[in-house]
T-cell receptor
Framework: GAGVSQSPSNKVTEKGKDVELRCDPISGHTALYWYRQSLGQGLEFLIY????????KSGLPSDRFSAERTGGSVSTLTIQRTQQEDSAVYLC???????????FGPGTRLTVT | SQQGEEDPQALSIQEGENATMNCSYKTSINNLQWYRQNSGRGLVHLIL?????REKHSGRLRVTLDTSKKSSSLLITASRAADTASYFC???????????FGSGTQLTVLP
């Protein structure tokens, strides 16, 4: 079946612009996660959605970052007033339940110039 | 969530040999997942093992879990050049569901 998909695959933006990254989780998966991976760095958790519960935003690095998940499916991660340090690969993952394995999308490579 | 520590940091073997990598963690877990990441590609889920399981198999992969030692191992049998990748373990504990990866084990399988 279809895996997690993300768009765009690559995004180059100028410093100060806003960007939106999209994630389509696996159908039926109740949990959705956003992470980012900077060059040479490990995986950094950003935000977690589980069903209709309030999202866990504890990993968002600043108030320039926000995310929403509409209808319990598609999620959008928005970064306002992008900075060069926001350059990274942004990964989305989904899992059937909050205790099951997470499946990752291919990521969006964001470059802020 | 807690971060697992993979060992060794790097491993180089010949095609056909077995590769073993280890993961240690600090506090009790609900489950532990292993992932693979090829250079420039996404993260691929390999196996999830729950705290009440001791061993799990998937094709050429075998994962063991020793909760008394707070450690897990991943064995890849009859390795192939395509197995060349970084391997990460992700222990999950408490109510936290997000994954945290360590530096991983960089496996190189020489043809």
């Amino acid at each position: 079946g279809a895996g997690v998909s993300q768009s765009p695959s690559n995004k180059v933006t100028e410093k100060g612009k806003d960007v939106e990254l999209r994630c389509d989780p696996i159908s039926g998966h109740t949990a959705l996660y956003w992470y980012r991976q900077s060059l040479g760095q490990g995986l950094e958790f950003l935000i977690y959605f589980q069903g209709n519960s309030a999202p866990d935003k504890s990993g968002l690095p600043s108030d320039r970052f926000s995310a929403e998940r509409t209808g319990g499916s598609v999620s959008t991660l928005t970064i306002q007033r992008t900075q060069q340090e926001d350059s990274a690969v942004y990964l989305c993952a989904s899992s059937l339940t909050q205790d099951s394995e997470q499946y990752f999308g291919p990521g969006t490579r964001l470059t802020v110039t | 969530s807690q971060q697992g520590e993979e060992d060794p940091q790097a491993l180089s073997i010949q095609e056909g040999e077995n590769a073993t990598m280890n993961c240690s963690y600090k506090t009790s877990i609900n489950n532990l997942q292993w992932y693979r990441q090829n250079s420039g590609r996404g993260l691929v889920h390999l196996i999830l093992i729950r705290s009440n399981e001791r061993e799990k198999h998937s094709g050429r992969l075998r994962v063991t879990l020793d909760t008394s030692k707070k450690s897990s191992s991943l064995l890849i049998t009859a390795s192939r050049a395509a197995d060349t990748a970084s391997y990460f373990c992700a222990p999950s504990s408490g109510s936290a569901r997000q994954l945290t990866f360590g530096s991983g084990t960089q496996l190189t399988v020489l043809p």
